[in-house]
Structures are given as structure tokens and as C-alpha cells.
T-cell receptor, first 113, second 116 residues
Framework: GQQLNQSPQSMFIQEGEDVSMNCTSS?????WLWYKQDPGEGPVLLIA?????ELTSNGRLTAQFGITRKDSFLNISASIPSDVGIYFC?????????????FGKGTSLLVTP | DTEVTQTPKHLVMGMTNKKSLKCEQH?????MYWYKQKAKKPPELMFV???????INESVPSRFSPECPNSSLLNLHLHALQPEDSALYLC???????????????FGPGTRLTVL
């Protein structure tokens, strides 16, 4: 599968600040997913987006599926120390063989109290 | 219940050993996946099973052999691995292509594999 362009690669912020990260692709995806991964654990699904232009919130998280279907962003408002981790975007392709996730390289988030 | 379980949590094996990784889900999902993840990298897809049949094999070496004995279980049999195969192995599940409902993939906690 293809790799997505995810930025920034890392962020170091203070508690209470807002955070924004995004993913772009040269191909169209039907679904965009955002995951958070803590060290030594599996990725945890945060938000799933299914329609172009869709804006979805989950608590302090907000994500949007770009109109062109080639990009997505994730915002975290009022960050807290437990937001620390690696955030991955993933575009999902459909094929006759099944679903395949194409991941971004991840955004490493550090939050200082 | 959105839980995918994996055993063991950690595994250390020699290059001549044979071992198996196990994955289980009880969400009624009929698609299950194996991913390999190296440190500071995103997960890489290895295999996809849809309705207990292998549907995607991403050119994975034959020393990795997947098995899906039923709709809830997924195994990964390991034999004659190399040190570079050391990684976090993740299992995931979802509804398969062509079904109604969500296609979100849920991941297990992973098995940390070290090959000596």
C-alpha cells in the first residue's frame, strides 16, 4: 500500500494548548481513521470518517474528512498530559480482497504539565 | 465489547524455534488482520482473512504462516525466523468488505517478538 504524508512528525507543547495534525495522500480514500498508540500497546481508534467534508468530534478531539477525499486533519483541544503518544492517520481502501489500511508515519506528541 | 486479545504479550525465540501467536475477538467481525510494526514506524499489513479465507498476502516470507481456524480466532505460526523479524505483531478485526455497517479496524495490544 501507499504511505500517507503526515505532519508534523513531532510536537512538544504545554498542557492546555491546542494541537493540530494532518494527513495528505495522492489517492482518494473512502474512509479516514485516526489512531493513538501508547508505547508497547496497540493502536486505539479515536475517530472514523466516512464522507467527504464530514466533521466529527469525540470529546476534545475533532477530525475532518477533506472535500477532495485526499486529506484529513485531527485537532486536540486543551491538551492534557495523557494525550502523550503517537497519533496515526490511516486511509482505508476497498478492494475485492478486503480492506487495507494505509498509514501515515505518525505524529509524536509530548505534553508538559 | 470492542476488545481484541493477543497472546502471548512477549515472546523470545531462537532462529530454529517454532512458535505461534494467537488472536481472538468476539465482536462478530468476519475480517481479521496481521500487521508487523517496527519501532517508531507505522504498522505494515501482512495478511487479511475475510470469512476465514486468506484474501490478502502482502508478499510475506513463508516463515510466517497464518491460520484462521474459525471466525473468532487468528493464528500466526512462526518458523526459522531471522533477528530482523523482531517487532511488535498486531492483530486487528473489522467487518469484511461488502457488508453493511462500520468497517473500522480494532487492534489488539500486540505481541512483542524478539528473535535471537
Amino acid at each position: 500500500g501507499q504511505q500517507l504524508n503526515q505532519s508534523p512528525q513531532s510536537m512538544f507543547i504545554q498542557e492546555g494548548e491546542d494541537v493540530s495534525m494532518n494527513c495528505t495522500s495522492s489517492s482518494i480514500f473512502n474512509t479516514w481513521l485516526w489512531y493513538k498508540q501508547d508505547p508497547g500497546e496497540g493502536p486505539v481508534l479515536l475517530i472514523a470518517l466516512y464522507k467527504a467534508g464530514e466533521l466529527t468530534s469525540n470529546g476534545r478531539l475533532t477530525a475532518q474528512f477533506g472535500i477532495t477525499r485526499k486529506d484529513s486533519f485531527l485537532n486536540i483541544s486543551a491538551s492534557i498530559p495523557s494525550d502523550v503518544g503517537i497519533y496515526f492517520c490511516a486511509g482505508q481502501e476497498y478492494s475485492n480482497s478486503g480492506y487495507a489500511l494505509n498509514f501515515g508515519k505518525g505524529t509524536s506528541l509530548l505534553v508538559t504539565p | 465489547d470492542t476488545e481484541v486479545t493477543q497472546t502471548p504479550k512477549h515472546l523470545v525465540m531462537g532462529m530454529t524455534n517454532k512458535k505461534s501467536l494467537k488472536c481472538e475477538q468476539h465482536m462478530g467481525h468476519r475480517a481479521m488482520y496481521w500487521y508487523k510494526q517496527k519501532a517508531k514506524k507505522p504498522p505494515e499489513l501482512m495478511f487479511v482473512y475475510s470469512y476465514e479465507k486468506l484474501s490478502i498476502n502482502e508478499s510475506v516470507p513463508s516463515r510466517f504462516s497464518p491460520e484462521c481456524p474459525n471466525s473468532s480466532l487468528l493464528n500466526l505460526h512462526l518458523h526459522a525466523l531471522q533477528p530482523e523479524d523482531s517487532a511488535l505483531y498486531l492483530c486487528a478485526s473489522s467487518q469484511p468488505h461488502g457488508t453493511s455497517g462500520s468497517s473500522e479496524q480494532f487492534f489488539g495490544p500486540g505481541t512483542r517478538l524478539t528473535v535471537l
